[in-house]
Structures are given as C-alpha cells and as structure tokens.
C-alpha cells in the first residue's frame, strides 16, 4: 500500500478506488488545471467509488474588486458550474443564518443527517435541502497553509445518507482538495491583481513571464486619452472624500463602454486616463479601433452626465499609430505602459482641446476614419514636435 491508504471496512465503497482517488487529488489531479475539471473528476470518481454523492458545492474566497467569494458546484445533471458573489451577500441574513462562517470560524466541520427526525433543523439551507429531497448534509473546513479557511459541502439523496465511512471518506480527501484549490486561488487572485491594477491584456502578458526590463512589443492602437474639466478648481473646493467620488464616478463611466469595446485603461494619472485601443490582425482593423474608442467616448459621456447630473464634464482626444507596449521602470520596479511618438502626441491633443474651446478632439490620422464625426480642422504647435500638427473637433451626438 501506499503512505496514506486507509481500511474501508464499507462493502458499498471500492476500497481501491477510494483510496486512487485520494493518491489522484495527492498528485495534483492530473491532467485537470481548472476548478472545473478537478471538482468534477473528483466528483464523478467518488460517485463511481460508491458514494452516494448527489451535489457538492466549494466556496473559496476571492481578492477582486467586486466578486467576494466564487462557488464552484457540481450534481451529475449539471457537472461543475461555477457562481460568483459580491461583498452585500456576506452582509446579508441569510449568510449568517447558515453554517459557512461557523465552519470558517470553528475550523470544524458540521454535519445534518436529515433523514433523522431529530435533525437539528438549525440553519436556513436545512430546509431548503429537505424541500430538495435531500437526505445528508456535510461542510467540511479547507484549511489553508497561509491560515485561511474556505470549506466544502456534500449532499445525498439516498435514502439513508452518508455511510460512516463516507464521511471519513470526504473528510480525508478534504486535505489534498485543500491544497489543490488555494493553488488555483493563488493563480485566480494574481490574474485578477495584475487584470485590476495593470489592466486586463497586460495582466495576461506578465503572468505569461513578461516581466523583464525591455519586455514589449510595437502594435498599431487607437490611444485615448480624457480628464476632467477644470479639476484642480474643484478639487481645492471639494473635501477628499467628494473628491474620491468625483474621481471614481468619472473613472467607472469611462471603464465600461472601453472594455465593451475592445479596448483597455492602462493608466489612471490624477484625474486622467490613458486606454488603448489595440489593432488586430484577426478582427479589428485601424479603422475600427479608431471607432470602438470612438463609441467609448460617446457612450461615457453619456454616462458621465447622467451619473453627475450634468455637474461633471470631460475632455478627450482620440489619435491613432504605433506604440511601444510593455515594461518600463527600475531593475525591481516596472510599470506595463504605452510609450512612443503616437501617445505624446495623443497628450498634446488633449491640452489643444481647452485651447479650441472644444471638449472632444482628433488628430488628422484619426479623423479619417471619423469623416461624419469632425469638425473643420486647426493647427496648433504641439510641444516637442518639429511642425504644427491639425486637431479636430469631435460631435459626439447620437
């Protein structure tokens, strides 16, 4: 036998397969590197060692800026399927009435035979699992190496529940789960940091090992910049706190309509804004990243006015060209930027905006692809460039 085999002395549960499936989780459930696929291998092979597994259900808890905790459940109609919670759900009644945060708290596991008429019928989901035709019910702690606690629960339908040794089943396999499943939170939250603070496509390209000093690439972008009108005025008028929210409302109206559009934020610097809209050779032409930021603009500025009341408005500039994409900064500390002649004079269009007296610009480039969107052009000088450059003005009307 191998280290950690164990007796079953229970005639409904092969031994062998039981204890396979424990070396399996032990060895990291290959070839599986999803939740999905490892709790519905692990599923399925309980259910074919002989225990009477009708749904199981693995609540972990999340770093995100939205998404509190994820669910990933499984029941032999459905197969594993996954759901996410915000932070007001574990405010909510019905969280505490239910026994998650005492498993968390207690570190034990609770147990409710429910074909017992003496059950303790001391927690919201008992009944609703009896309404199922549930007949047992099990949560069991995952204990992290780091200290935090997550669980895991099983439930049957059959007539008489978990065997005694299915429990001890369960529980046992309950330990390499454990392990297995805080390294996909481990993955999960360093995807979702990187997605929330370096942006969605540079998050992906440093947790594929873009993270040396040069690492990058030229790609032809539509590049937007925005800020809000007169925000030093403001802001000195304005407590911190008026101002955060100012700032958050502003930055949340220009994030949505981006990301619908295939584009992405990769800075917020003060009150400004810096997203690319990246060319692609497989759907999205120069002509159509120059529209999606485009639509972006008009989309937040809609939002903008309804979300502010019409108390707050921005000016943007939309440009088109190459850029350099990828790590700048010190031998420890970089940043995932776009650099180059096209977003400085991306920059510059944006102060030429205040200057026309006209909240929305382009340059001449983009303006090509926005013929019934512009105005007449203007030259201006343009800091750091050799000759004037031609900015237009952008009707953003439906």
């Known amino acids: 036998?191998?280290?950690?085999?164990?007796?079953?002395?229970?005639?409904?549960?092969?031994?062998?397969?039981?204890?396979?499936?424990?070396?399996?989780?032990?060895?990291?459930?290959?070839?599986?590197?999803?939740?999905?696929?490892?709790?519905?291998?692990?599923?399925?092979?309980?259910?074919?060692?002989?225990?009477?597994?009708?749904?199981?259900?693995?609540?972990?808890?999340?770093?995100?800026?939205?998404?509190?905790?994820?669910?990933?459940?499984?029941?032999?109609?459905?197969?594993?399927?996954?759901?996410?919670?915000?932070?007001?759900?574990?405010?909510?009644?019905?969280?505490?009435?239910?026994?998650?945060p005492v498993v968390l708290e207690t570190k034990k596991s609770i147990r409710r035979k429910l074909v017992d008429p003496d059950c303790p019928r001391d927690y919201i989901i008992i009944d609703e699992l009896l309404e199922e035709g549930f007949t047992d019910y099990l949560i069991t702690p995952?204990?992290?190496?780091?200290?935090?606690?997550?669980?895991?629960?099983?439930?049957?339908?059959?007539?008489?529940?978990?065997?005694?040794?299915?429990?001890?089943?369960?529980?046992?396999?309950?330990?390499?789960?454990?392990?297995?499943?805080?390294?996909?939170?481990?993955?999960?939250?360093?995807?979702?940091?990187?997605?929330?603070?370096?942006?969605?496509?540079?998050?992906?390209?440093?947790?594929?090992?873009?993270?040396?000093?040069?690492?990058?690439?030229?790609?032809?972008?539509?590049?937007?910049?925005?800020?809000?009108?007169?925000?030093?005025?403001?802001?000195?008028?304005?407590?911190?706190?008026?101002?955060?929210?100012?700032?958050?409302?502003?930055?949340?109206?220009?994030?949505?309509?981006?990301?619908?559009?295939?584009?992405?934020i990769l800075k917020f610097m003060g009150d400004g804004v810096l997203a690319i809209f990246p060319v692609s050779d497989e759907d999205i032409d120069e002509s159509a990243a120059v529209t999606n930021a485009f639509s972006s603009l008009r989309e937040a500025r809609t939002i903008v006015e309804k979300e502010s009341r019409g108390e707050l408005s921005f000016r943007a500039s939309i440009h088109n060209g190459k850029i350099h994409y990828g790590n700048i900064g010190g031998e420890r500390r970089l940043d995932f930027t776009a650099i180059g002649s096209s977003v400085n004079l991306g920059a510059r269009l944006l102060g030429a905006a205040t200057d026309l007296d006209s909240n929305f610009v382009c340059s001449k480039s983009a303006a090509e692809y926005l013929k019934n969107e512009v105005g007449l052009p203007t030259e201006f000088i343009a800091k750091g460039f050799d000759t004037p450059q031609l900015v237009y003005s952008l009707e953003l009307t439906e």
């Open 1 to 100: 036998m191998k280290i950690g085999d164990f007796v079953i002395s229970d005639p409904a549960i092969d031994e062998l397969q039981a204890n396979e499936l424990y070396h399996w989780l032990c060895e990291g459930a290959s070839p599986h590197h999803s939740a999905h696929g490892i709790v519905g291998g692990m599923c399925e092979k309980l259910v074919e060692a002989g225990v009477p597994l009708s749904r199981l259900a693995l609540f972990i808890f999340t770093i995100h800026p939205t998404i509190r905790g994820r669910r990933v459940s499984w029941s032999p109609e459905e197969g594993a399927v996954t759901a996410s919670a915000g932070y007001e759900v574990f405010q909510s009644e019905i969280y505490h009435n239910n026994p998650i």
């Open 142 to 264: 995952l204990v992290y190496l780091s200290g935090e606690v997550h669980c895991v629960s099983w439930s049957s339908r059959a007539p008489q529940g978990f065997s005694s040794k299915a429990i001890e089943l369960m529980e046992k396999i309950s330990h390499p789960l454990a392990r297995l499943s805080e390294i996909y939170m481990l993955r999960l939250n360093s995807a979702t940091l990187l997605s929330t603070y370096v942006g969605r496509d540079a998050g992906d390209k440093v947790m594929a090992g873009q993270v040396k000093l040069g690492d990058g690439e030229d790609i032809q972008a539509a590049i937007l910049f925005a800020d809000i009108k007169g925000f030093t005025s403001l802001s000195n008028r304005m407590t911190a706190n008026n101002v955060l929210q100012m700032l958050n409302l502003f930055f949340a109206a220009l994030e949505k309509p981006i990301n619908s559009h295939h584009g992405e």
